[in-house]
């Protein structure tokens, strides 16, 4: 096994060892998405999305009423960004449009019912795929995991912070 290091030239912002962990880890990341995305089988309405418009849907499916701007923000995008991406799945039947009850300048969004139930079911399937990895795994690593997974959200916050 090749050291922190040597794995990486360093590329500024780091030491050469943090430079080589970030690698690691974003290909690390990279791959358990990847292949929980591909154990799981994208449902065929998703297929053709782009990873924008997916990210949005994934959104929409968490917080369903939200915004366009409060998509925006969350997604760090331009809200006519958000808004074109909206145009595009309403479009394709898979987001819907609602008037804001208090404000009717305000467009709340959700998922299409029948959408929503299969992204819930593909959200699903990729968790059970992942957990059920997990499981496999030995304890010591799992444990490693647990800690692990509460450092990766502090390092989000920390990347949220930084200056654009």
Excluded: C, F, Y
């Excluded at 595009?88 to 929503?116: C, F, H, S, W, Y």
């Excluded at 444990?143 to 450092?151: D, E, I, N």
């Amino acid at each position: 096994m090749t050291s922190l290091a040597t794995t990486t030239p360093a590329l500024g912002g780091g030491d050469d060892r943090s430079t080589a962990l970030a690698d690691r880890l974003l290909g690390a990341l990279s791959l358990v998405r990847r292949n929980g995305r591909r154990l799981a089988a994208r449902p065929v309405e998703l297929a053709p999305l782009t990873g924008a418009q997916l990210e949005l849907v994934r959104l929409v499916r968490r917080r369903p009423g939200t915004s366009v701007a409060e998509a925006a923000a969350e997604l760090h995008l331009a809200a006519n960004t958000v808004s074109t991406l909206v145009g595009q799945l309403v479009e394709e039947g898979l987001v819907e449009r609602l008037t804001d009850a208090t404000d009717r300048r305000v467009a709340r969004l959700q998922l299409r019912p029948e959408i929503r139930r299969k992204v819930d079911a593909w959200r699903d399937r990729r968790m059970m795929k992942v957990a059920d990895a997990i499981s496999r795994l030995p304890a010591a690593d799992r444990r490693s995991l647990l800690r692990a997974a509460t450092v990766l959200e502090r390092l989000a916050g920390e990347l949220e912070e930084e200056p654009g």
